[in-house]
């Protein structure tokens, strides 16, 4: 998940991850990030994201951007990016993320409700506090057969503005939790709702038009 941080004279004001398609940023308050302090326009610039790739954009800004020192006016942002306005900072930072790009939802096929109609691999059988890292496996989708570890205690997935959620590893286990969108996603074909769903090995979550396997 792509994370902007937000910083003045290198003490950390605001962390806030991309999970909008638009962050707009300057002195006004109805901005997204809103940097009341000399030099900064009403709107002074934006970070627009897409499924692969985010970029800042100065808005025409009465004393503009830099990035990395150098002034700038449309970037597509790299991890660790900084980009100074005026006397504040903010840093471009990119995480474990899934994003599928892909809109083609894998058909269901007759089965035991909850079944799973993939092979699964046999468990490794590790803990959570041990040495084994569980993964993910996607399904479908652009991103098809790539396998991701999760080797972070938060790790996003799905699309930004349509369908976001979150793994959290914790000491139980791995669990899944709705972020963004309508439509919650789904494991083994049943909604999970609000709450935390815990994940067992062989386990298929589906969103944002793809579907991945959590293998543990």
Not at 122 to 138: E, F, L, M, Q, W
Request: no cysteine; net charge neutral.
């Amino acid at each position: 998940m792509a994370t902007i941080i937000l910083a003045k004279d290198g003490v950390t004001l605001q962390e806030l991850p991309l999970l909008k398609t638009r962050i707009t940023i300057g002195r006004r308050t109805y901005n997204d990030i809103v940097i009341d302090a000399p030099g900064i326009s009403a709107e002074h610039a934006v970070i627009i994201t897409t499924p692969t790739e985010s970029y800042f954009e100065d808005l025409g800004s009465t004393n503009g951007s830099r990035l990395n020192g150098q002034p700038v006016k449309k970037h597509l942002l790299q991890g660790r990016d900084v980009i100074e306005l005026a006397t504040h900072t903010i840093q471009y930072r990119i995480e474990d993320s899934v994003y599928s790009a892909s809109s083609i939802v894998v058909p269901s096929e007759e089965g035991e409700p909850g079944a799973s109609r993939y092979s699964v691999p046999p468990s490794n059988n590790g803990s959570v506090t041990g040495r084994s890292i569980a993964t993910i496996k996607v399904l479908s989708g652009v991103a098809k057969d790539k396998v991701i570890a999760l080797t972070k205690v938060l790790t996003t997935i799905g699309r930004p503005g349509v369908q976001v959620a979150v793994l959290t590893k914790g000491a139980e286990g791995y669990g899944l939790t709705h972020v963004e969108g309508d439509i919650y996603p789904l494991v083994n074909g049943v909604s999970i709702g609000m709450q935390t769903h815990p994940l067992k090995h062989g386990d298929v979550i589906a969103l944002s038009g793809s579907e991945m396997m959590f293998l543990y």
